[in-house]
């Protein structure tokens, strides 16, 4: 593993929308952080380092692009990067840290990407013991993070393993950047331009690292309106289903099924009770099936790319602190009686949030005494309970109900 770095931290993509808020985090939470901004542009990176509070205003800047990163991962013991959408930049970054020993944390949602990243650097960062972790934002760390809660909670009271776990969003208040939508987008493009593609993002069991010993009890995520009586509300399907579900199936398997050898996780979102609650959830169902179409096809998501908003750019400062989130987790165990979780969070849930669970991941990586050996990991596996502690400390809600 890694001799003395000079870094404990670097910062990759700290220029761009959540990179800004990710290093403003660090400023404040890093403590005595031997860390550093890296980007692309040294003005900018100038630019980016003059408006943290004081006590940063010495941090080392350093310049690389995201096709040239060996040096990067070779001066750190942590690369934190927000350089995307992923699947355009991400890889050079994942091997370097993988064949480095360079533990490394990212926001990625993007499937295909870590599809591809476990398939070319997770062998080699087991040897090297980088910890490679993807998915360290709103995807999919509050859901990964409830499901282990509630798998802790079942084991201690004795009732076995999970067999079936359903997050329902109750409460979603934030934005989209720049970045986000460019990658939304950029995963549309994947998938129209490839079959193969297509047939993985509808896999749920995508990102599995050994897709023949999968139970193969999943149904796929939901698309249409339903009824959920725990919440006596309409739901719809939940954006983030499609990258959420497939990071807890993979936590799963790495921890030989620890979470319930036959466990069926499913995401929603809830649209409220009676009339309106059911127009509502119809609404958003035909809504994403209609901008999923528009996504997929070439000159409509020319034109989406070009009205929405562009890199760099994100909701304000007003817009994030007035967000929020909250989920609930309803889980049946293997022996029969339910448990219950609630995981929330006040701010932005995409970047204010985000830049919390990203600024912790890392801080996590650095400097806590993690279990977990080298590999391309999940947030639950890699980070586990020292990231659901240094969370609540950080004002995260993660409640057993
Ligand atoms: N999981 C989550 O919850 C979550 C939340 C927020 C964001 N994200 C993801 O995070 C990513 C970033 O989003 P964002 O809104 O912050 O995007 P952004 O504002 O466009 O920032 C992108 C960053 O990447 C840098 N970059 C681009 N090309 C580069 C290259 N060739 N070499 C080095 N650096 C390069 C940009 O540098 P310049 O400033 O020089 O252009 C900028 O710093 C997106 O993939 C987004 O989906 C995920």
């Known amino acids: 593993m890694q001799a003395e770095r000079e870094f404990e931290v670097v910062l990759f993509g700290a220029t761009g929308f959540t990179g800004r808020l990710v290093a403003e985090y660090l400023a404040l939470a890093g403590g005595a952080l031997r860390w550093a901004l890296a980007g692309r542009d040294l003005a900018k990176l100038e630019r980016v380092r003059a408006g943290l509070p004081s006590a940063a205003r010495g941090v080392p800047l350093l310049v690389a692009d995201a096709s040239a990163p060996a040096e990067l991962a070779a001066r750190a013991h942590v690369v934190a990067t927000t350089v995307g959408p992923f699947a355009r930049y991400g890889l050079p970054l994942v091997e370097a840290c993988a064949s480095a020993g360079t533990h490394y944390c990212d926001l990625t949602g993007e499937v295909h990407f870590i599809r591809r990243s476990i398939d070319v650097a997770h062998e080699r960062a087991r040897a090297t013991g980088a910890r490679i972790v993807h998915a360290c934002g709103f995807d999919s760390v509050p859901s990964e993070l409830g499901v282990l809660l509630l798998s802790q909670e079942s084991r201690r009271l004795g009732l076995g393993g999970l067999r079936e776990v359903k997050m329902v969003v109750t409460q979603l208040r934030g934005g989209a950047s720049g970045g986000t939508l460019a990658s939304i987008l950029g995963v549309a493009e994947a998938a129209a331009g490839s079959a193969e593609i297509r047939r993985l993002l509808l896999d749920p069991y995508a990102l599995s690292p050994e897709r ?171 980070l586990g309970t020292h990231l659901l502690e240094r969370l609540r400390a950080a004002g995260l809600r993660f409640e057993l109900r």
Do not use: I
Request: charged share 20%.
């Open 212 to 382: 023949g010993a999968e139970p193969h009890t999943e149904r796929g995520d939901q698309l249409g309106v339903r009824y959920e009586p725990a919440l006596r509300c309409w739901t719809g399907p939940f954006v983030m289903a499609a990258v959420n579900t497939r990071v807890v199936r993979r936590s799963n398997a790495l921890l030989s099924y620890a979470y319930g050898r036959e466990l069926s996780y499913a995401e929603s979102m809830s649209l409220g009770a009676g009339p309106r609650g059911l127009t509502r959830a119809l609404g958003l169902s035909l809504g994403l099936g209609a901008g999923l179409l528009a996504a997929g096809l070439g000159p409509t998501r020319r034109l989406l790319a070009r009205r929405l908003p562009h890199p760099g750019e994100g909701p304000s400062r007003e817009r994030q602190a007035k967000g929020g989130f909250e989920l609930e987790f309803f889980a049946t165990t293997e022996r029969g009686p339910t448990l219950r979780a609630r995981v929330g969070g006040d701010g932005d849930p995409g970047y204010s949030a985000t830049a919390k669970m990203l600024g912790e991941s890392a801080l996590a990586l650095a400097r806590d005494p993690l279990e977990a050996g080298g590999g391309v990991l999940t947030p639950a596996v890699a």
